[in-house]
Structure formats: structure tokens, C-alpha cells
């Protein structure tokens, strides 16, 4: 079946430098588009969302791209801390708004 | 406002044992999911419930596993008997109402060791 998966499965970055996961899906009826942060020993957390009629959004120190034509989705995070290691999970739903999970990828900041 | 709460934080059983795992929802919250996490892999969803009813079960190993909200609010998901497979951590999830992606809110998981 069609599923949601990244690119790379970790990700080491400099404190301070700016970090880019990518995700690709394969479900072409998905509209709704969610990245999901998940630190050792807890639940996901909502990080931002996009819908499929939006290209961009951004948040705090967060931003998120959606390339429906090659069906790409990426979550940029800027000035990187410590902090934000995590594994990293975008997600995809269609009209039930209930995300369907691709396999995540794990940020590594060095201090 | 207090997070969804589940119950163990961790259990080890052996295979062919039986197994319950509990949560408590967001106060409000008449939406309730359960994930189950295999290590390496994002949470695949098992079960869905709108206040006590089912809304999707399809992914459930129904001969195995159970799951069910009584009154609405709390829920407790089962397995028996478990299989070394059934080695994952499971996570319980609520939102106000279904379609709020932005609005969903996990636990921290149980995480179960089947030897």
C-alpha cells in the first residue's frame, strides 16, 4: 500500500546551524501534512502542519514545505539547539485528518 | 491542563501471556487512539474511538488483540496472548473531536517486552 517515508535516518548538525528534513509521500489524496518531533521515552509532539492548498508555513524557528508535484514535504528549523534533538516524523492524512506515520528520522545537535 | 496518561510505563511478560495496558484521555477530549510503535518505525494506528464507539479498527489484530472505552472516557487495550512481535511500545492518543491533526495529543507509551 502507499506509505510515507524519509529520506534520511539521521541527521547530525552543528548548534546553531539551520537543519532540513525531508519526507517523501506516495499517497496522492493526502491533503493534510503534519511533522511530529519524538524525544526517548515519550509521545510525538505536534510540531506544524500544512494543508495541500499551502506551499509554505512557518512557526517558530520552524517552517515547513509542501512540493505536491514531486510530492515532497520538508521541515526546516533554524538556529538548531541542543534541544531539538529528537526523532523527527512528518506524517500524512487524507479527509479522516488522522495521520498516517512514515519511519522518522533522528536529528542529532552537537553543542 | 493535565496530558494524557497511561499505565504501566513498561511491562515485560513472556510470550503466550496475556497483557493490559490503560489510559486516561484528555479531560474532554471524545476522541481516543491507540498506536503501537515497533523500535526504528513511526506509530501505526491499531484502534479509534469516538466517546465508547469504534471508529476504525481495520488495523487491529483482532484475534489478539482488544481494545474498549466503556464510558467514553478511559480505555484499555489488550493482547493475548502476546507473540514476541508484539514487542513495541503503545501509545495512546486524544483529540477534542476528529479532525484536529493540530489537536492531537499522545502519552509517553507503554513499552512492552514479550521474551
Given at each position: 500500500g502507499e506509505s510515507v517515508g524519509l529520506h534520511l535516518p539521521t541527521l547530525s548538525v552543528q548548534e546553531g546551524d539551520n537543519s532540513i528534513i525531508n519526507c517523501a509521500y506516495s499517497?496522492?489524496?493526502?491533503?493534510y501534512f503534519i511533522w511530529y518531533k519524538q524525544e526517548s521515552g515519550k509521545g510525538p509532539q505536534f510540531i506544524i502542519d500544512i494543508r495541500s492548498n499551502m506551499d509554505k508555513r512557518q512557526g517558530q524557528r520552524v517552517t515547513v514545505l509542501l512540493n505536491k508535484t514531486v510530492k515532497h514535504l520538508s521541515l526546516q528549523i533554524a538556529?538548531?539547539?541542543?534541544?531539538?534533538s529528537a526523532v523527527y516524523f512528518c506524517a500524512e492524512s487524507g479527509g479522516s485528518y488522522i495521520p498516517t506515520f512514515g519511519r522518522g528520522t533522528s536529528l542529532i545537535v552537537h553543542p | 491542563e493535565a496530558g494524557v496518561a497511561q499505565s504501566p510505563r513498561y511491562k515485560i511478560i513472556e510470550k503466550r501471556q496475556s497483557v493490559a495496558f490503560w489510559c486516561n484521555p484528555i479531560s474532554g477530549h471524545a476522541t481516543l487512539y491507540w498506536y503501537q510503535q515497533i523500535l526504528g518505525q513511526g506509530p501505526k494506528l491499531l484502534i479509534q474511538f469516538q466517546n465508547n464507539g469504534?471508529?476504525?479498527?481495520?488495523?487491529?489484530?483482532?484475534d489478539r488483540f482488544s481494545a474498549e472505552r466503556l464510558k467514553g472516557v478511559d480505555s484499555t487495550l489488550k493482547i493475548q496472548?502476546?507473540?514476541?512481535?508484539?514487542?513495541a511500545v503503545y501509545l495512546c492518543a486524544s483529540s477534542l473531536?476528529?479532525?484536529q491533526g493540530y489537536g492531537y495529543t499522545f502519552g509517553s507509551g507503554t513499552r512492552l517486552t514479550v521474551v
Open positions: 499517497n496522492s489524496a493526502s491533503d538556529a538548531t539547539q541542543p534541544g531539538d | 469504534v471508529v476504525d479498527d481495520s488495523q487491529l489484530p483482532k496472548p502476546a507473540k514476541l512481535e508484539d514487542s473531536k476528529i479532525g
